[in-house]
C-alpha cells in the first residue's frame, strides 16, 4: 500500500515564526497536494505539484509556498505564522485516480 | 465550476439501522466520485470510489454507494451501522484528467447511537 507520511502530528509555533511542513510517500508519485481542513470549511486546496520543482496555487495559496526538490517530498512553508493559520494540514499524494492521505498536522499557532 | 454538496452536517443513526449519508454534485462531462472517512485527529481514509462500470459501488467497511447520473447523486449507505462507524464522512468529485484536483464536501458528521 501507498504510505503517505506527514513528519509531525502536534505542532505549536509563535506568530511570525517560519513553519516547514514535511509530507513524504513512498511510491513515486508525480502528483502532490496540501489541503488545509476547518470546520465547516472541509477540505480547502492549497498547493500542488505535478512534478519536481513544479507547483500551482490552489484556491487559498496566500501566506504559503511550497518546495519540491525530489519527487517523494513536498513541503509546506508558511513564511510567516499567524493565527489564522491554526488549522489541520493534509498532505495526499495521487493513486489509482484518488488520493492517499497522511495522517495530519494539526497545527496551532499562538 | 466543478462542486460537491453534503446536505447534512449531522445524520444520527441507531445501531443496527440502515444508515445513508448523501452527496450531490456539480460537475462539466463524467466526473468521478469518492467517499473518504475521518477519525478524530487523522487523516483522510478511502473508502470507495466511481470511475466507471456497475452504478453500485462496494467499499470498505460494508459501505456501498450508489452513482445517479439523473440526479446527479453519490450517496454513501450502509445496511447496519455499527457505534465504530461514528466519523466524519467526505464526498469528493474530480473530472477524468489526472492531476485535476478533487472537490470536497464540507463532511457530514456521524453518529450511531448504541
Not at chain 2, 470511475?51 to 450502509?78: C, M, P, R, W
Not at chain 2, 472537490?103 to 456521524?110: E, I, K, M
Request: proline letters at 4%.
Amino acid at each position: 500500500d501507498v504510505k503517505v507520511t506527514q513528519s509531525s502530528r502536534y505542532l505549536v509555533k509563535r506568530t511570525g515564526e517560519k513553519v516547514f511542513l514535511e509530507c513524504v510517500q513512498d511510491m513515486d508519485h508525480e502528483n502532490m497536494f496540501w489541503y488545509r481542513q476547518d470546520p465547516g470549511l472541509g477540505l480547502r486546496l492549497i498547493y500542488f505539484s505535478y512534478d519536481v520543482k513544479m507547483k500551482e496555487k490552489g484556491d487559498i495559496p496566500e501566506g504559503y509556498s511550497v518546495s519540491r526538490e525530489k519527487k517523494e517530498r513536498f513541503s509546506l512553508i508558511l513564511e510567516s505564522a499567524s493565527t489564522n493559520q491554526t488549522s489541520m494540514y493534509l498532505c495526499a499524494s495521487e493513486v489509482n485516480y484518488g488520493y492517499t492521505f497522511g495522517s495530519g498536522t494539526r497545527l496551532t499557532v499562538v | 465550476a466543478q462542486s460537491v454538496a453534503q446536505p447534512e452536517d449531522q445524520v444520527n443513526v441507531a445501531e443496527g439501522n440502515p444508515l445513508t449519508v448523501k452527496c450531490t454534485y456539480s460537475v462539466s462531462g463524467n466526473p468521478y466520485l469518492f467517499w473518504y472517512v475521518q477519525y478524530p485527529n487523522r487523516g483522510l481514509q478511502f473508502l470507495l470510489k466511481y470511475i466507471t462500470g456497475d452504478n453500485l459501488v462496494k467499499g470498505s467497511y460494508g459501505f456501498e454507494a450508489e452513482f445517479n447520473k439523473s440526479q446527479t447523486s453519490f450517496h454513501l449507505k450502509k445496511p447496519s451501522a455499527l457505534v465504530s462507524d461514528s466519523a466524519l464522512y467526505f464526498c469528493a468529485v474530480r473530472d477524468k484528467n489526472p492531476g485535476n484536483q478533487f472537490y470536497f464536501g464540507t463532511g457530514t458528521s456521524l453518529t450511531v447511537i448504541p
